[in-house]
């Protein structure tokens, strides 16, 4: 299994609290990837990263953002959580962004 | 717009019938066709790349193929372990994201 690890793996808040959840991988990949599930919808792509300090939007970026100050973490910040923003969060890692991309456990996460 | 559809969303199955799931695509420019399997309550576990038109990949009772359309994933004489919903994702040329389809929810009957 690829090294990734993701915290906290579940956590409850309230509506317009910060939360900022943690993706550490330990493979040295270049890429990481936020991605949100949610049912009907499927895996969507939040943020990515494609290098130290480097990062792009992905397709529901609005009330999100993320930081990588180190190649090993990739965080991801809602600043002012919502009941909208209520998801299993996946963090993947890529080595060359063109190939195949491996995921973490998943945070689960409910905003009441 | 970059489109995946998968079908059917839920297929149930006896032991040992086999069968395919299929994933169809609108993109412009395919760079790649992935194919992963998700258990409950855990992230998805990469089973296939695919490349090109023509191109098959197997691995245990699964076999992956891909035309300039769709792709398949034929399931041979599964078994109860098989259980999982699929996904297929594309990635477009220039592009490092992958576009998911809603996934194929799988049961196999023992």
């Known amino acids: 299994d690829a090294g990734i690890t993701q915290s906290p793996r579940h956590k409850v808040t309230e509506t317009g609290t910060p939360v900022t959840l943690r993706c550490h991988q330990t493979e040295n990949h270049r890429y990481m990837y936020w991605y949100r599930q949610d049912p009907g919808h499927g895996l969507r792509l939040i943020h990515y990263?494609?290098?130290?300090?480097?990062?792009d939007k992905g397709e529901v970026s609005d009330g999100y953002s993320v930081s990588r100050s180190k190649t090993e973490d990739f965080l991801l910040t809602l600043e002012s959580a919502t009941s909208s923003q209520t998801s299993v969060y996946f963090c993947?890692?890529?080595?060359?962004?063109?190939?195949?991309?491996?995921f973490g456990p998943g945070t689960r996460l409910t905003v009441l | 717009e970059d489109q995946v559809t998968q079908s059917p969303e839920a297929l149930r199955l006896q032991e040992g019938e086999s069968s395919s799931l299929n994933c169809s695509y609108t993109?412009?420019?395919?760079?790649?066709l992935f194919w992963y399997r998700q258990d409950p309550g855990k992230g998805p576990e990469f089973l296939f790349t695919?490349?090109?038109a023509g191109e098959e990949k197997e691995k245990e009772r699964l076999k992956a193929t891909l035309t300039k359309k769709e792709s398949f994933l034929h399931i041979t004489a599964p078994k109860p372990e098989d259980s999982a919903t699929y996904l297929c994702a594309v990635q477009t040329g220039g592009s490092e994201k992958l576009v998911f389809g809603k996934g194929t929810k799988l049961t196999v009957n023992p």
């Open positions: 695919l490349y090109s």
């Open positions: 993109v412009s420019g395919l760079r790649g």
């Open positions: 993947a890692i890529s080595s060359l962004g063109v190939d195949e991309q491996f």
């Open positions: 990263s494609y290098g130290v300090k480097d990062t």
